[in-house]
Nanobody, 115 residues
């Protein structure tokens, strides 16, 4: 079973930035390259929502509320995906989860944005 580990969350003020990382430990490179990469978030009392997605070919999609502020990327050699979050807003607060290949979930990491 692959292990996916997230890092980079924390408490910031509105307008600041954070970068989340998600490393796919034990996932071999050839498999990683073919995976769809997704970032989800879940605010208290809400359902988990898909925030950003990257197809194996590199095309990306974002939920409307984060377009222009968030960027999903990956480093195949490091087997790591990222979510750069700029101009954070209080409504971005939640637990963020990465998903690799629609199979492997990260442990979840808290992002809190104060106003």
């Amino acid at each position: 079973q692959a292990r996916v580990v997230e890092s980079g969350g924390g408490l910031v003020q509105a307008g600041e930035s954070l970068r989340l990382s998600c490393k796919g430990r034990t996932i071999i490179l050839s498999v990683f390259n073919g995976y769809n990469m997704d970032w989800y978030r879940q605010a208290p009392g809400n359902q988990r929502e898909l925030v950003a997605s990257m197809a194996p070919g590199g095309s990306t999609t974002y939920v409307h509320s984060v377009e222009g502020r968030f960027t999903i990327s990956k480093d195949n050699i490091k087997r790591t995906m990222y979510l750069q979050m700029n101009n954070l807003k209080p409504e971005d607060t939640g637990t963020y989860y990465c998903n690799m290949g629609q199979q492997y979930w990260g442990q979840g990491i808290q992002v809190t944005v104060s106003s």
